[in-house]
Structure formats: C-alpha cells, structure tokens
Nanobody
Framework: QLQLVESGGGLVQPGGSLRLSCLAS????????LGWFRQAPGKAREGVAC????????SYADSVKGRFTISRDHAENTVYLQMNSPKPEDTANYYC??????????????????????WGQGTQVTVSS
C-alpha cells in the first residue's frame, strides 16, 4: 500500500517562495502519475500541477503557469511543488495524489477524469503579508 505524506506548507508572503514535498512509502513512485491538487474553503478541489507516469510530461493550471513547478526525485521517492511568487488566491489546502500507470498528465490533473487516485493528508498554504 503506497502511503503519501505532504510537508512544507505554512505562511508565506506574496512574492516569496515555498516548496512542498510529498514523500511516498510502501513502494516506488516510478510507475505512477503524480499530482498536486488544492482546495480552498467553499471551493471544489482542483488540479494544480501533474506529471505523467513516464516521459516527464507535465500539466499546469493556467493560474499557476510560470510560477509553480512540479518535479520528481526518483532516488528520494518524493514529488515536489516549487511555488514561486505565490499570490493570496493560492491560499488553500494542498494535496498530493498518485495514480498507477496514467500516461496523461492532463488527465491526471482533471479532477473529474476517472481513475483510481490515492491521496495524502494535505498541507495548508497561506499566502498573506
């Protein structure tokens, strides 16, 4: 059973930076598509950044393109979300998710796309001065 634990959330100032980490245990992430999702109070969960199970292709929400970067560290069995120049509207609970064998990063980030995702517990990110 693959288990996911997020860390790195907290309070960050607009224009600062933050890096979220998702550490997997119980198996390798190598054959999984990976994604970061977020959910703000009163809003639905949405895909933020995803990477395919192979090939390294990525997909980003339009609102974060050019500011956020998803990456995979195979040796550490960890996925990261680098958040540069965060904005107040980025404030949300951020969740890591994985899906076995999914080749489309776009489908991974589409929350309504049917697949079996496993989720971490979430980490809160608050962007405020």
């Amino acid at each position: 059973q693959l288990q996911l634990v997020e860390s790195g959330g907290g309070l960050v100032q607009p224009g600062g930076s933050l890096r979220l980490s998702c550490l997997a245990s119980g198996g390798t992430l190598d054959d999984y598509a990976l994604g970061w999702f977020r959910q703000a109070p009163g809003k639905a969960r949405e895909g933020v950044a995803c990477i395919a199970s192979s090939g390294g292709r990525t997909s980003y929400a339009d609102s974060v393109k050019g500011r956020f970067t998803i990456s995979r560290d195979h040796a550490e069995n960890t996925v990261y979300l680098q958040m540069n120049s965060p904005k107040p509207e980025d404030t949300a609970n951020y969740y890591c998710a994985v899906a076995f064998g999914v080749l489309s990063s776009q489908n991974m980030c589409t929350i309504s796309s049917p697949m079996n995702r496993s989720w971490g517990q979430g980490t809160q990110v608050t962007v405020s001065s």
